[in-house]
């Protein structure tokens, strides 16, 4: 057998999908970066979509749903340029996904509606954490199951959508159909031992076990780092118990944490959720007051927002033109309308603007290069 270069994109190709796999996503959005950085360089405007489409996966994991936005809006642009209708329909799922963590579902519903049966994982995960999250327990389970029992039973998406078949199944009062999606996750998660996944699976045994002992520890675990939107669930789950446990004061400190990765994230409902719980442990003021979105990146198009990243960064205008296949009067075009919703009058003004908190817990400026 001939050993491959690392430089094959056939290499790379299988790294991406093994870092997928893995639930590895510090190695998925590295991989992915130097991916789409290199198609760039080479002028692959073809090749493009695939690699930013796995890059904007990647971001959504990490919380950076504005990122991934944009990432897709471009991909889709070029796809569509070239006829790639594959191409668009995967992508959308990406978008569907974030719109499923809003709460957004005439958006997920828009985006998943006329998908082949090629994307059912896709679709079957986005809708299902969408009824999780809007509290239909019981159509979230079924459509876990069928999905499960189809097709696309081998997909990733499917594998890390056990962890919300569990959720779903102890919500509808079902935790006998846990079991099974519990063992699935729980193995995989030992065999990668990536540190959130390892988390997610001790939420499920507390969910289906109902023990403070097992929240407890995927707490710690979480804060290892990966995956906020895991980590909020995790909290508010753990908050739950400790208020119907009637430790009122000890549920505070979660909730919180979970309020506030939610509000970052614009996951709505689970934030009203984790907003109720807070209410319910009498806190009171600005704590559980619903936030007035103040993100500033928020006001740009994802188109605006690529161009004002790179121009934050020095690139020129005509690099940036080069960069995102665009003319550079286009690239004039979105930083004259991206200036006024930022508040500033000029390119130097913007690397000092800051877009808000990572959701991931650390601060995340304007000029941090994506790709």
């Avoid at 990406?94 to 957004?104: F, P, Q, Y």
């Avoid at 097709?151 to 199944?169: G, I």
Wanted: contains cysteine.
């Amino acid at each position: 057998m001939v050993a491959r270069s690392p430089d094959d994109p056939a290499v790379r190709e299988h790294a991406l999908l093994g870092g997928m796999i893995l639930g590895d996503d510090d190695a998925m959005l590295e991989l992915a970066a130097a991916e789409v950085a290199d198609r760039r360089r080479r002028g692959l405007a073809g090749a493009l979509p695939g690699a930013l489409g796995a890059l904007a996966q990647a971001q959504v994991m990490a919380g950076r749903h504005r990122d991934a936005e944009a990432g897709v809006a471009e991909a889709m642009d070029i796809a569509r340029d070239a006829g790639l209708n594959g191409s668009v329909r995967g992508l959308g799922g990406v978008l569907a996904r974030i719109a499923a963590i809003e709460g957004d579902e005439d958006r997920c519903r828009e985006l998943t509606g006329d998908a082949s049966d090629a994307f059912d994982a896709t679709v079957e995960s986005a809708l299902s954490l969408l009824d999780l999250g809007l509290g239909r327990y019981d159509s979230a389970l079924r459509r876990l199951e069928r999905a499960w029992h189809g097709p696309a039973r081998h997909s990733p998406l499917l594998l890390f959508a056990a962890a919300d078949q569990v959720e779903a199944a102890v919500r509808a009062d079902r935790p006998e159909r846990a079991a099974e999606p519990l063992r699935r996750f729980e193995e995989w998660a030992e065999a990668t031992c990536r540190p959130w996944a390892r988390a997610v699976a001790l939420r499920g045994r507390a969910l289906l076990l109902d023990e403070e002992e097992h929240y407890g520890a995927a707490v710690r675990m979480h804060g290892e780092g990966g995956r906020p939107f895991e980590r909020a669930r995790t909290e508010l789950l753990y908050g739950e118990w400790l208020r119907r446990a009637r430790r009122r004061s000890d549920a505070r400190a979660p909730l919180r944490s979970a309020l506030e990765i939610f509000e970052r994230l614009h996951a709505a409902p689970w934030a009203e959720r984790a907003r109720s719980e807070l209410r319910a442990t009498g806190e009171t003021g600005a704590a559980v007051a619903r936030p007035v979105a103040s993100d500033q990146l928020d006001r740009l198009t994802p188109q605006e927002a690529q161009v004002v990243r790179l121009a934050a960064e020095g690139t020129s205008n005509r690099d940036i033109a080069a960069q995102l296949f665009l003319s550079p009067r286009t690239v004039e075009y979105h930083l004259y309308k991206a200036y006024p919703k930022l508040g500033v009058s000029s390119r130097r003004e913007l690397s000092g603007l800051e877009s808000g908190a990572d959701p991931s817990g650390g601060r995340f400026a304007l000029n941090t290069a994506d790709s």
